[in-house]
């Protein structure tokens, strides 16, 4: 007590230390106590003072201790709501939820103030991606203790529907069940009705309630919760219903509307029910994606009597669907309705001979022998024949455009570093970025430190430091270089940390058995250690005056560079000496091609710079590496509890890079062992493509561990690089081919869409091996490597957009090793479905080896089936 009161004593003599103090100690009752009876006036002072405390202290993570006295401290100080709200807002703020509400309740009732509901209004106006759950609750709590209506923002929903799935647990109590929380919950009414309008708020809806540990779960707790709400008349059942089949029929991602298949499956809508839906849950039947149209095709099974005419418009748009399950259904339906209905079984017949013209082999005979049974000519439903044979039909891409001109305006640099900072995303290339900061540091410094200020402190809080974890990070090396050019550098910080730094990558005495370019790191590739080097280079070399901007600038978009431009740009620095990895990343961007012509020119300059390029363009630049397959087997279990190793795949195939006899391989580029399994760039790949725009199978070499633990270890966004790659000049070989293998095989659509993508341009260039791509995919489905599920998708779709050739000559070195293997993976079936549409397709006869073999067993199982089709296809002609 007696501190409290000397405390509250000093703030009110002119001391504001301690409260400082009290707050980075994170005690926000004591100073709820301290600023207890505080006079107006003297409150406003102290609000002065800790805004401008807080302005020197900007990039400081505030947690939740720091954050919920810093919560009091504001309310008790600030004189509003206006200028509260954005300090609260901030994303290094965190606070503790309702805890922080309570005590801030207490600091305004203290300071007779009422504008803590506009407060929460304000700051729930502010919501981002990557706000806690903890801050949502303590804007949830100000409003409810305010009696408001929760706002319409979408964030304010997901966030409610986070909060949910982790209930609020003081003092680490049990936690109170789901159903009993939406019970009570205050916002139920007012956001029940928002779970269906939110796009993606069907994924975090799906969340399982931990009922004592975290192995007893109850799956889909939402979802049965609502459904049991619903049981008990305390929410509308009819606006569930139509809730779901509305959010269903304006579409989402698949994993977005299960919660919403999953709440149908709950209520199990009556006949009556589905049948007063009947309009919607035919157009779910036509265009909803495949989960959700079977289940309302099941739905609407099991209604008596449905219009028919609507079922059998609506049937003509599901039997061209790829869903085979989905179609099959539908034949099923449309057999039983031509039995019941046979005065119009001539009608519904012709309805079935649309799937007389699907692309899988099996569904074309089906729909083919029930339309000759209900009277139709089978011929009529036959598909056409293929007279000749038939390649891709892809755009040949044309040259990479222009790269986008140099930043000259300082708006327009505080613009896009803004929107380099503004999120965690660090996989766009940096050098017209830092071009234009080199550009317009030498020539309008003052401007450009006004303009970076603001931006610099409103960056995502990942961009705020160096993340020690991450081998490859460049986010404290990049914020350093645009804080020294966003503000003034301390006169006790000279260049020597950047010196320190450049010291460090380079070995200046260098043995032909050393690389000139070091990685501090072992786990960091030396595309990466380059632009590690450079961006440090920058900050060594920022506001030199007179400086016209980096040589390596590109000229075109994938990264590349015109020699002549850079001819111009050695001319145009005159005597001053160039950057030294500058101007090594430029000698990289150039072709590959020998030019004596301009590299007499260079000589011309009679410069050391000048001297570098013409022997670079005599000797033809950077060769192409020796490649070889390797695999990589599963570390050693470690003693004690080893969970990494149980999700370990049990081999990897990987390669090695090493360059050609005799050359020196000066920056380690094209010499690269296999990165162990674990490796994790952590989404800096895609930067990588431009620094090596003409060596497509060294890029590929590096890529191919993120590539490959996207198939084997199911990580997310690995294979987001390949459609760049895809870009790259010269050769590829084994690294690219088991890229796009590994890429096919990758957990997640995204990553699967990037190698269908890198596939068709290389294809609709002419620099696919299509059989190379599809032999490593064979070995690595046959081993159990990567799920050949997952590849027949993206496969089909390849084939779709234009490159049934490809496909064909891709799934026909595939299969041998397939055929072979002692377990057939799943998806067998598929892909030998897939293989005999695109044989017949193209009219092209590829022999398939062990294709005769399986194709002459005894037996129907589907595999064997599918093999005797596709056996039929290439031994037709």
């Not at 100690?25 to 600023?35: E, N, P, Q």
């Not at 799935?165 to 956001?191: E, H, I, M, T, Y």
């Not at 919760?225 to 619903?230: E, G, N, P, W």
Request: charged residues 25%.
């Amino acid at each position: 007590m007696k501190t409290t009161i000397r405390r509250r004593w000093e703030l009110a003599a002119g001391g504001t230390s301690d409260l400082f103090d009290l707050i980075d100690a994170g005690s926000a009752g004591l100073i709820v106590d301290a600023l207890a009876g505080l006079p107006e006036d003297r409150r406003r002072a102290v609000g002065a003072e800790l805004t401008d405390w807080l302005k020197a202290r900007r990039a400081t993570w505030w947690g939740i201790g720091k954050g919920t006295a810093l919560a009091v401290a504001v309310v008790g100080c600030l004189p509003s709501a206006a200028q509260a709200a954005p300090v609260l807002s901030r994303r290094v703020v965190a606070v503790d939820g309702e805890r922080a509400a309570a005590l801030v309740r207490r600091a305004a009732e203290d300071r007779g103030i009422t504008w803590l509901t506009d407060l929460a209004l304000r700051m729930a106006g502010k919501l981002q991606r990557d706000t806690q759950v903890e801050h949502w609750r303590f804007i949830a709590a100000l409003l409810h203790a305010g009696q408001a209506e929760p706002p319409p923002g979408d964030r304010f929903v997901e966030l409610w529907v986070l909060a949910l799935s982790r209930p609020d647990r003081p003092g680490r109590a049990a936690p109170v069940p789901l159903l009993d929380r939406l019970r009570a919950d205050p916002f139920l009414p007012a956001l029940l009705p928002r779970l269906f309008e939110v796009d993606g708020l069907g994924s975090p809806m799906m969340f399982d309630e931990i009922v004592t540990d975290w192995k007893d779960r109850r799956p889909h707790a939402l979802p049965t919760a609502l459904a049991q709400l619903a049981a008990e008349g305390l929410v509308d059942r009819a606006a569930l219903l139509d809730g779901a089949v509305g959010r269903l029929l304006r579409g989402d991602r698949p994993a977005a509307l299960r919660a919403f298949t999953v709440l149908l499956d709950l209520l199990q809508p009556t006949t009556d029910e589905v049948a007063a839906r009947a309009t919607d849950y035919l157009r779910l039947l036509a265009d909803a994606p495949g989960a959700v149209a079977t289940s309302a095709q099941k739905a609407l099974r099991a209604v008596p009597d449905l219009e028919l005419d609507a079922v059998l418009d609506t049937s003509r748009e599901v039997l061209v669907r790829p869903d085979k399950a989905l179609v099959r259904g539908q034949l099923a339906w449309l057999d039983r309705l031509a039995r019941r209905h046979r005065d119009r079984a001539a009608e519904i017949a012709e309805v079935i001979a649309v799937a007389a013209e699907h692309p899988a082999v099996d569904l074309r005979e089906r729909a083919t022998a029930l339309a000759a049974r209900h009277g139709l000519d089978p011929a009529a439903g036959a598909g056409a024949t293929v007279t000749a044979p038939r390649g891709d039909d892809l755009p040949r891409p044309g040259p990479p455009p222009a790269a986008p001109p140099p930043i000259t305006d300082v708006d327009e640099l505080a613009e896009e570093v803004a929107a380099l900072l503004g999120t965690e995303s660090r996989d766009e290339p940096l050098d017209r970025l830092l071009d234009g900061l080199v550009r317009l540091a030498a020539t309008d410094g003052d401007r450009v430190r006004a303009a970076l200020d603001p931006v610099l402190s409103r960056r995502h809080w990942s961009w705020a430091s160096e993340h020690r974890w991450d081998p490859c990070c460049l986010c404290g090396l990049v914020g350093d270089v645009l804080e020294g050019a966003g503000g003034p550098t301390p006169a006790a910080q000279p260049r020597s940390r950047w010196s320190a730094l450049l010291a460090a990558v380079r070995r200046t005495n260098r043995s032909p058995s050393q690389p000139e370019l070091v990685s501090t790191d072992p786990r960091v590739p030396a595309p990466h250690a380059l632009l590690r080097a450079r961006v440090a280079e920058v900050g060594h070399h920022l506001g030199e005056p007179g400086h016209p901007g980096l040589l390596a600038r590109p000229t075109s978009a994938n990264g590349a560079l015109d020699p002549l431009a850079l001819l111009e740009r050695l001319a145009a620095l005159g005597d001053r000496e160039p950057w030294h990895w500058d101007l090594t990343q430029a000698l990289l961007r150039l072709p590959t091609a020998v030019d004596d012509g301009l590299a007499g020119r260079a000589e011309a300059l009679r410069t050391p710079a000048g001297d570098r390029l013409a022997a670079w363009l005599r000797g033809g630049g950077l060769p192409d590496p020796v490649i070889r397959v390797t695999t990589l087997a599963r570390r050693a279990r470690k003693i004690g509890y080893d969970w990494e190793y149980d999700q370990l795949p049990a081999r990897r195939v990987a390669v090695e890079l090493r360059p050609p006899d005799g050359y020196d391989d000066r920056y380690g580029l094209l010499t690269a062992d296999p990165a162990p399994m674990q490796t994790d760039h952590f989404g800096w790949t895609r930067m990588w493509p431009s620094v090596l725009p003409h060596h497509l199978g060294v890029v590929a070499a590096h890529l191919l561990p993120d590539v490959a633990a996207a198939a084997d270890l199911d990580r997310r966004d690995g294979a987001r690089a390949l459609p760049l790659l895809a870009e790259c000049g010269g050769s590829g070989g084994a690294s690219v081919d088991l890229a796009l293998a590994y890429g096919l095989g990758a957990r997640h659509g995204a990553d699967r869409v990037a190698a269908l993508d890198a596939l068709l341009a290389l294809a609709g260039a002419g620099r696919l091996d299509a059989a190379a791509v599809g032999g490593q995919l064979g070995e690595l489905a046959a081993g159990q490597v990567v799920k050949l599920t997952r590849a027949v998708e993206p496969l089909r779709d390849a084939a779709t957009a234009g490159a049934p050739l490809s496909v064909w000559r891709l799934l026909a070195a595939a299969l041998p090793p397939l055929l072979a293997a002692r377990t057939p993976p799943r998806g067998l079936p598929d892909l030998l479905t897939l293989a005999a549409e695109t044989a017949t397709g193209t009219g092209v006869a590829i022999e398939v080896a062990g294709l005769a073999e399986v194709a002459g067993r005894s037996g129907t199982t589907r595999m064997v089936t599918e093999a005797r089709r596709l056996h039929r296809v290439v031994t037709a002609g």
